[in-house]
């Protein structure tokens, strides 16, 4: 129940920021082989073809998918492990990521619509003028695809943004607990800021870094004009950029998601601390 006001903090917040980085990163991840390189030269492309406010391309989308996705996985994580604490005992490291990981891929599935609509209305500033879909809003957006493609076009990529929703669930809010809990018993350090701090900025470096892969392939499939199997797609993009492909938009997905994991915890942290005062609980 802490963890509600929060979670209406962070999605708002996220959405607010996302889609700057996230116009990026999704640049980067499908740009043509003479296209920009870099997350600064595309920057750099994004304003001067679209503008200031073509970083914030997809702005409702992404609202759409923090109010669905983020929601649903952090508020999932947190019921489970209220369940499975005790005064006595707290949830293993491997039973959180097992928590971690049905809370992500609950939110991957819940999220998936308004994450294809995030995708795309992201790209399309990138496409010719004749090929962009030209999506008024998310809800635009949404009645459209189901009009234009059938229902099942706001399930493309539903199993890789699945998967990527566990990994980044099990990397993000498991590592961040587990992370917090050796500071707390191997350090001497205190439950403090600078605590979750530490623990939060080593959560978002390990959760960037183990979804960048299966993130490059998810942008891939949401933003194809047709439906192409995932092996199919990794030997293409094998055999034109090698393994680098892992990798491609790590630095923006970085400064997107550090700050984010950072930011979340912090405020998780002293939400569930203002929450046990004001109910007289004990720390």
């Not at 073809?49 to 929601?71: C, E, N, P, V």
């Not at 392939?217 to 094998?238: D, H, P």
Request: hydrophobic share 40%; proline share 4%.
């Amino acid at each position: 129940m802490a963890s509600q006001g929060t979670l209406s903090f962070s999605s708002v917040e996220d959405a607010l920021r996302e889609p700057c980085t996230d116009g990026r990163q999704v640049r980067l991840q499908t740009r043509a082989p003479n296209g920009p390189k870099g997350m600064f030269g595309t920057f750099v492309h994004i304003l001067k073809q679209d503008g200031f406010l073509g970083l914030y391309s997809g702005l409702s989308a992404s609202l759409l998918r923090q109010l669905t996705y983020s929601t649903t996985r952090f508020g999932v994580y947190e019921e489970l492990k209220e369940v499975f604490t005790t005064s006595v005992t707290s949830p293993s490291f491997p039973t959180l990521i097992a928590m971690a990981s049905t809370s992500g891929f609950l939110g991957g599935v819940a999220g998936n619509p308004a994450d294809v609509l995030n995708v795309r209305m992201q790209h399309d500033a990138a496409l010719p003028a004749a090929d962009r879909r030209n999506y008024k809003n998310a809800i635009d957006g949404l009645i459209r695809m189901t009009r234009e493609e059938g229902w099942r076009s706001l399930f493309r990529g539903v199993w890789p943004n699945s998967v990527r929703a566990v990994l980044m669930t099990a990397s993000q809010l498991a590592s961040y607990d587990g992370f917090k809990r050796v500071l707390l018993t191997n350090t001497g350090m205190d439950d403090n800021l600078t605590t979750h701090f530490t623990a939060s900025f080593l959560a978002g470096f390990v959760a960037t870094t183990v979804c960048s892969p299966v993130d490059v392939i998810k942008t891939r499939i949401m933003s194809a004009k047709e439906s192409e199997g995932l092996a199919k797609l990794l030997v293409r993009i094998y055999k034109l950029e090698g393994v680098s492909w892992m990798f491609r938009g790590w630095v923006p997905s970085f400064i997107r998601l550090g700050p984010h994991t950072v930011v979340t915890f912090i405020f998780l942290e002293q939400h569930k601390k203002m929450y046990r005062h004001l109910k007289g609980f004990e720390d």
